[in-house]
C-alpha cells in the first residue's frame, strides 16, 4: 500500500509530464499504460486524454513544420527518413490527404510521414485541421483501451489493486506482442524485395568474374 501511495504521487506530480513527452514522440504504448493507470485512479482520464492530445497534435506541427524548413536537409542527412521517403510518397499519392490523419496511426511513419508532407505542397492550415480530428481521435482510442482494458480485468478479480502489477506486466506484454507481430508482417512483406535484391547482386557478382 505504500508503494502505491508513492506511485500515485509522483504519477500526480510527474505522469503529464512524462505522457506528453512520449505522446510528442510516439507513444501508443505509453498511452495505453496511463488508460489502465487512471482506471486504477492514479490519473484522471480526461486529463490523460487531453494531455496526449496536446502532445500528439503539437508533435505531428513541429515535425510538419521541420519538413517545411529542413526536409530537403534532413533526407540527404538521415538514411532512414531517406529509405521511407519513396513509400510515403506512395501513400500520399494513393491517399491524398488523408495521410495526415492517418499518419499516427501508421506503425514506423508516425514522425516521417509529417516531416514529408512537409515538404509537400500542402497547406499548413489544411493540415493543422486534419492533425487536430487526428490527434484527438487517436488520444481518445488509445486512452479508452488501456482504460477499458482494467474495467474488463475487474469483471473477473474481486480486487485488481491486488492484481495491478501484474496486469501492467500483462499489459506491457501484450502490447509487445503486437509490435512484434507488426514487425514481423513487415518483415514478410518486403521479402520479395530482399530476394530480388539479393539475386541482383549474385548476378552483379557473377557477371564480374566472367569478366
Known amino acids: 500500500m ?3 501511495q508513492l506511485l500515485k ?20 504504448a505509453i498511452l495505453i499504460m496511463a488508460g489502465f493507470l487512471a482506471f486504477q485512479g492514479y490519473l484522471d482520464v480526461r486529463g490523460v486524454i487531453m494531455t496526449s492530445f496536446a502532445g500528439s497534435f503539437l508533435g505531428d506541427q513541429f515535425y510538419f513544420y521541420l519538413g517545411r ?25 494513393k491517399y491524398g490527404v488523408l495521410v495526415a490523419f492517418l499518419s499516427r496511426y501508421t506503425y514506423g511513419f508516425r514522425i516521417v510521414l509529417p516531416i514529408i508532407l512537409g515538404i509537400t505542397n500542402l ?3 489544411t493540415f493543422m485541421w486534419i492533425n487536430l480530428a487526428s490527434a484527438l481521435s487517436w488520444a481518445i482510442v488509445f486512452s479508452l483501451a488501456g482504460f477499458l482494458f482494467g474495467k474488463s480485468a475487474s469483471l473477473f478479480l474481486d480486487d485488481v489493486g491486488k492484481h495491478e502489477h501484474y496486469l501492467m506486466l500483462a499489459l506491457a506484454g501484450f502490447i509487445m506482442a503486437a509490435w512484434l507481430v507488426h514487425i514481423y508482417h513487415v518483415w514478410n512483406l518486403k521479402k520479395p524485395a530482399r530476394q530480388r535484391l539479393t539475386r541482383m547482386r549474385a548476378r552483379r557478382v557473377q557477371g564480374s568474374k566472367n569478366q
Open 69 to 93: 524548413a529542413k526536409g530537403k536537409t534532413l533526407l540527404r542527412r538521415f538514411h532512414s527518413i531517406a529509405r521511407k521517403f519513396r513509400e510515403a510518397l506512395r501513400l500520399i499519392e
Open 9 to 28: 504521487e509522483y504519477l500526480q506530480i510527474h505522469g503529464y509530464w512524462v505522457l506528453f513527452i512520449g505522446t510528442f514522440l510516439e507513444g501508443e
Open 123 to 125: 497547406a499548413p492550415r
Open 2 to 4: 505504500h508503494f502505491q
